[in-house]
């Protein structure tokens, strides 16, 4: 993958919010949402429909702190998610309006990308006046969505994999007069659906997923093609459907769907993928197949870099050139063939929720290469090679600066190779070693001020980042960024009016060396660090994950046994533009809970640990008095959070 970092010429005299921007790309990412506000705090406009309306992130962390929640914390603005919802379904019936298209949009939202209950709620509320529903893929997602998705006239849409329960499930909901759409993912689940329909009596509304030949473009284009996991052949579908004729069930097959993978960022496979589609549907229509839907699935992408390109964690493309071209598209194909133009359905996750989560965490300290430096006088009867490092850093001026890099490169190798035979002393490494990190900082500088750096120095800056130390766990708040380099964009929640003098790698707190984001925005594709500030004595120094609201929020897992997150959600009061208030606050895992789930009983924890004080105050190592503080102490730790108390 190619890397380049961002360039840092602006003179910290000269910095501008403009130059912030440039760097964190925040009004690129944020979809209108989240900027920069003057005050160099980032701020949120949770509210599309009222720009106006500017919460400042600095004081919602500095109530949370006064409310005494620890960090680090999720904050959410369900406002977010509604004005999502209100947008997906504006632009749908907006399209259809203006392209006198004869169908109409029926979206639902698919719980796998996020499953909390609050966020069900509150997409189901906000789009309970479009009929929007749900979309489950599972038996535990059915049976939330079956008890949320109330409304009678939105669908719910049941994928992945089923047994005669998921089936049984799926026709219960049926039987109450939902929209329950069942689409046959594999052949012989066809066949169950039938026998148990006419076991129940009740007709279902059947949907047929189809394995595309078109293929999306990035990290799960293998989600179509004839090496899908999912869907049906052609053949498959044609002998699907004489099957239902044959038992006189042929008018159920309600709705065609597709699915070419998450995050597409390329807007042509979308266009391939609806001419496909819509050929299908006609073809199938004109074999009498009474198809009422098309359901496109998901895929809608979200530009997590700012950088607007068909790189993994980007897309060329916005809401509306993607709705355009499902509508204009299905409106082609079915007047050029003669048949009606079917309701729309779409199943856009991480495009409804990426934007209404952020985690926010506090930066612990810094571990740096060259921040404990060793005396570096000369000495009588020190080895040529630590003279040589001398001489090139006395040598260093604005000139030479490729030159020394390279002298000072090749000398820490003959070093190297030198302390290996034995000619090197330990403290003579160790003076070495301060000496060639000194240079290069010095030269990092010169460079850092240049429009543009050689090629081979710019490795320089990627030396000599930070990696700063944050309170969470990569594994429970960023799955994504671990598993498949995803990039989340990563800026400093204040001081964005300050140039940022450091480059910076993140790490988490977790035992693990994979415990670290080492992707960022960058130049062209991504960095491997990211600009931040110098971090201050006694000034805190809050960070914050953006745009985790689609899958990050829920696909964590337990390593270390870190657990969940303390979570708020945020609301902006509608008299005040700039007031807003804690709606609810969610504990995280408490260390009782994550040790519960592994199947330890914290009594028994807590007993065990006293026994042994019991039986060292019997021996009198420990007073009475101090062990029962040491016990307190042990139950007040397995009450408390999970994370570093700092
Ligand atoms: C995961 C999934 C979705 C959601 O995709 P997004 O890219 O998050 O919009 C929709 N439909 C199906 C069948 C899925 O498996």
């Given at each position: 993958m190619q890397t380049k970092n961002l360039t840092l010429s602006t003179p910290a005299a000269n910095w501008s919010l403009e130059d912030a921007e440039r760097i964190y790309r925040v009004k690129r990412w944020g979809n209108g949402y989240f900027d920069i506000g003057d005050s160099g705090d980032i701020n949120v406009t949770p509210r599309y429909d009222q720009p106006d309306l500017k919460i400042n992130l600095r004081e919602v962390i500095e109530e949370m702190q006064s409310a005494g929640i620890g960090f680090p914390a999720v904050i959410r603005f369900h406002d977010i998610l509604r004005s999502q919802v209100q947008k997906l379904n504006k632009t749908f019936r907006n399209t259809i309006e203006e392209a006198q298209y004869e169908g109409i949009y029926q979206g639902v939202f698919p719980v796998k990308v996020n499953q909390m209950r609050e966020v069900i709620e509150e997409i189901v509320h906000a789009g309970a006046r479009y009929n929007y529903g749900l979309e489950a893929g599972s038996k535990p997602e059915l049976i939330a969505a079956l008890a949320y998705n109330t409304n009678k006239k939105s669908l719910t849409i049941l994928n992945g994999y089923k047994d005669e329960e998921y089936l049984r499930l799926a026709l219960l909901g049926s039987k109450i007069g939902r929209k329950i759409v069942i689409v046959i993912e594999k052949y012989?689940?066809?066949?169950?659906?039938?026998?148990?329909?006419?076991?129940?009596?009740?007709?279902?509304?059947?949907?047929?997923?189809?394995?595309?030949?078109?293929k999306g473009r990035g990290k799960w284009e293998s989600s179509s093609g004839e090496r899908a996991k999912f869907g049906l052949t052609i053949s498959e579908i044609l002998n699907a459907v004489s099957y239902l004729e044959k038992v006189e069930l042929s008018h159920c097959v309600k709705l065609l769907h597709f699915h070419i993978g998450s995050q597409l960022t390329d807007i042509r496979a979308v266009k391939e993928a609806v001419q496909e589609a819509s050929l299908i549907y006609s073809k199938l229509y004109q074999m009498d197949i009474p198809l009422e839907y098309v359901d496109v699935g998901g895929g809608l992408a979200v530009d997590y870099d700012g950088s607007q390109s068909t790189s993994d964690s980007s897309c060329n493309y916005g809401l509306e050139e993607y709705v355009a071209d499902i509508v204009y598209g299905f409106k082609q194909t079915c007047n050029l063939e003669s048949v009606p133009h079917p309701n729309l359905v779409s199943e856009s996750g991480r495009a409804m929720t990426a934007h209404h989560s952020c985690v926010v965490t506090k930066v612990l300290g810094e571990i740096h290469p060259a921040e404990n430096e060793y005396t570096t006088k000369k000495t009588t009867g020190e080895h040529i090679i630590v003279t040589n490092m001398r001489d090139a850093e006395n040598a260093l001026n604005e000139q030479n600066f490729q030159e020394v890099f390279n002298d000072i490169s090749q000398l820490?190798?003959?070093?190297?190779?030198?302390?290996?035979?034995?000619?090197?002393?330990?403290?003579?490494?160790?003076?070495?070693?301060?000496?060639?990190?000194?240079t290069l900082s010095t030269i990092n500088h010169q460079i850092d001020e240049l429009e543009f750096a050689p090629e081979e120095l710019r490795e320089i800056p990627d030396k000599l980042s930070s990696q700063y130390l944050a309170n969470f766990s990569v594994f429970q708040s960023t799955a994504d960024s671990w598993a498949i380099d995803q990039v989340l964009p990563i800026v400093p929640i204040s001081r964005l009016n300050e140039k940022p003098q450091k480059r910076c790698s993140l790490v988490d707190?977790?035992?693990?060396?994979?415990?670290?984001?080492?992707?960022?925005?960058?130049?062209?594709?991504?960095?491997?660090?990211?600009?931040?500030?110098?971090?201050?004595?006694?000034?805190?120094?809050?960070?914050?994950?953006?745009l985790t609201g689609a899958y990050q929020d829920v696909m964590g897992d337990m390593h270390n046994l870190?657990?969940?997150?303390?979570?708020?959600?945020?609301?902006?009061?509608?008299?005040?533009?700039?007031?807003?208030?804690?709606?609810?606050?969610?504990?995280?895992?408490?260390?009782?809970?994550?040790?519960?789930?592994?199947?330890?009983?914290?009594a028994i924890l807590a007993q065990a640990i006293k026994k042994e004080i019991d039986s060292e105050i019997v021996r009198g190592k420990i007073k009475p008095r101090e062990g029962v503080n040491l016990i307190d102490f042990y139950e007040e730790c397995l009450q408390g959070y999970t994370y570093l108390n700092i």
């Open positions: 012989s689940e066809l066949i169950k659906l039938v026998d148990l329909a006419k076991e129940l009596n009740v007709e279902p509304m059947i949907g047929l997923r189809v394995k595309m030949m078109v820490k190798e003959k070093a190297a190779n030198a302390f290996k035979l034995g000619i090197l002393s330990l403290q003579e490494m160790a003076k070495l070693e301060t000496i060639y990190w000194r707190i977790t035992c693990d060396s994979d415990g670290k984001i080492d992707h960022f925005i960058g130049e062209d594709e991504v960095a491997k660090n990211i600009p931040m500030h110098q971090l201050n004595k006694d000034e805190d120094y809050f960070i914050g994950i953006f870190f657990g969940r997150l303390n979570e708020v959600h945020i609301v902006s009061y509608d008299d005040d533009p700039k007031d807003f208030y804690i709606e609810e606050v969610v504990k995280g895992s408490s260390v009782e809970n994550v040790l519960s789930t592994m199947q330890y009983t914290p």
